[in-house]
């Protein structure tokens, strides 16, 4: 995310207040879909009055008699505030592009695709009133596990849910896995979890704005002088952090993106080979426009230059059940600043737990992203409290190549037991489009 953006946040709660939420009717739950079955969406209204919207695409690779189970993907976007349904669909790896032509490369080809539009107010998901969007976490985990429950149970499907992440989706993720084993657990939600995927995921805060600094000095991005501010106000946001000032917390990340923004003459948070301003994954979309910059953060805009036109557009017509007064996108920035207190809390303690459980926990980074850098996710994984962790952290990497040139490495994979890390070489943040591409 940028600087502005940032700045922009902060006054965001106000214009919310004003224009976003008052005039919000509720419709129920409500469902729809494709004649052939091959898309269904609705809403489910997961809490009184907040009403979340999900997509579910089925594969047509799906083998008539399949001998091993089919998988679903359950993609979760960043943000918080970022629509998986416009975003990670429409952008990165969905069956139709931004221009709403067929995406050769999308994941639908492996996987059936489910998209949810969390937490409530992100994309078309809305609530009727402020006080309903989740604080925390944990919070929107809960309600996902309750869409989940309805559009699963009462139906027998044996397709493993495998949750793929990115960004602060990576929080996202791994407090719903928790949370849906406990509902599967409890025989409330019948489902298996396949495993989590978390992609350049925001899991521990602390490391990676301790990242930054020194990263950006070893390639010369910045100086020494702009590493020592930047040093000092990553141990700030390291103290506020062990102090459980996470609001304090969050305002000094913002203050810090500033800091590294002037220090490098406007590095690219995606991509730090790049500058802010021509990052091609990042084009301006009218909401940019509107709100001077991204009006969230960490949230892909991929060929989205007009993301905004086409949900509000021919994909609610489509749709058919978007209340009128609800708009794609709308509720966003309220989404984002509901979860100020939760922002900089770190989720390795839940990672830990899902690996005590035996769920597979896959780990994939961009080379080249500075937000969520590698440096970053490395440093998290060395505090897991994982008995495999030693084991796993002295084997060697395999190198990765793309299909039979063996000339180009594109990357390296390892793993043990039930962890798995790939560095994906030439990446930025959003590595699902080098995926896609
Ligand atoms: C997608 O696949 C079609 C048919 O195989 C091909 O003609 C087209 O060039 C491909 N598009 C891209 C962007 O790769
Ligand atoms: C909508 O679905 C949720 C979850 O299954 C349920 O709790 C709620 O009562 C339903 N609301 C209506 C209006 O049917
Ligand atoms: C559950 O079954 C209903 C009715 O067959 C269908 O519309 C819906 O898409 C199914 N849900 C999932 C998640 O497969
Ligand atoms: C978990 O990972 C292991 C090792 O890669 C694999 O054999 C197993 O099938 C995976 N489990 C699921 C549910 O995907
Ligand atoms: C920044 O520079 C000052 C003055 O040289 C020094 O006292 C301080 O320890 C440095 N801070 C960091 C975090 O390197």
């Not at 001998?67 to 790896?93: A, C, D, H, R, Y």
């Not at 539009?117 to 994309?123: A, E, K, L």
């Not at 495993?195 to 950006?216: C, H, K, Q, T, Y």
Request: proline letters at 5%; glycine letters at 10%; a negative charge.
């Amino acid at each position: 995310m940028k600087m502005v953006s940032m700045k922009k946040l902060c006054v965001l709660p106000f214009l919310c207040a004003l224009g976003c939420i008052s005039s919000v009717t509720s419709i129920g739950n409500s469902s729809g879909g494709t004649i052939d079955g091959s898309e269904t969406w609705g809403y489910v209204e997961v809490r009184p009055r907040a009403h979340m919207f999900w997509w579910l695409y089925k594969s047509p690779n799906k083998p008539k008699h399949p001998t091993k189970p089919w998988p679903t993907i359950l993609w979760l976007q960043g943000g918080p505030g970022g629509s998986g349904v416009g975003f990670g669909n429409f952008g990165e790896l969905g069956p139709v592009d931004v221009d709403l032509k067929p995406r050769n490369s999308t994941w639908l080809q492996k996987a059936d695709l489910l998209f949810v539009d969390s937490p409530v107010g992100t994309g078309y998901s809305y609530v009727e009133d402020e006080s309903l969007f989740v604080k925390t976490d944990v919070e929107a985990a809960i309600d996902v596990t309750t869409l989940l429950k309805a559009i699963y149970n009462g139906n027998n499907t044996m397709s493993p849910l495998y949750i793929f992440a990115e960004s602060y989706g990576g929080k996202f993720a791994v407090t719903l896995a928790l949370a849906a084993l406990q509902a599967i657990e409890k025989q409330e939600l019948k489902l298996q979890l396949g495993g989590v995927a978390l992609g350049d995921s925001w899991i521990s805060p602390e490391d990676f704005v301790l990242s930054w600094g020194p990263l950006l000095k070893d390639v010369s991005r910045i100086d020494d002088v702009g590493l020592n501010k930047s040093n000092s106000l990553a141990l700030n946001i390291q103290q506020q952090i062990a102090d459980g000032q996470y609001e304090k917390a969050t305002n000094s990340w913002s203050y810090l993106e500033e800091v590294i923004s002037d220090s490098s003459n406007g590095v690219d948070f995606y991509n730090f080979m790049l500058d802010d301003e021509n990052d091609p994954t990042i084009l301006s979309t009218k909401s940019s426009k509107r709100f001077g910059k991204k009006p969230y953060a960490m949230v892909s805009e991929a060929d989205g230059n007009d993301l905004d036109s086409v949900m509000n557009g021919p994909i609610r017509q489509k749709l058919k059940i978007i209340p009128s007064d609800v708009e794609w996108g709308g509720q966003s920035g309220g989404v984002f600043n509901a979860m100020e207190g939760d922002f900089m809390r770190p989720r390795i303690a839940e990672v830990d737990e899902l690996l005590l459980k035996g769920v597979n926990v896959t780990v994939y980074n961009g080379q080249v992203d500075l937000i969520c850098a590698t440096k970053g996710t490395e440093a998290w994984i060395n505090k897991l409290k994982w008995n495999g962790l030693s084991t796993y952290l002295n084997l060697a990497r395999t190198p990765l190549y793309c299909g039979e040139d063996k000339s180009t490495t594109k990357g390296f994979f390892k793993a043990y037991q039930n962890f798995a890390f790939y560095w994906i070489l030439g990446a930025g943040h959003f590595v699902s489009l080098l995926f896609s591409s």
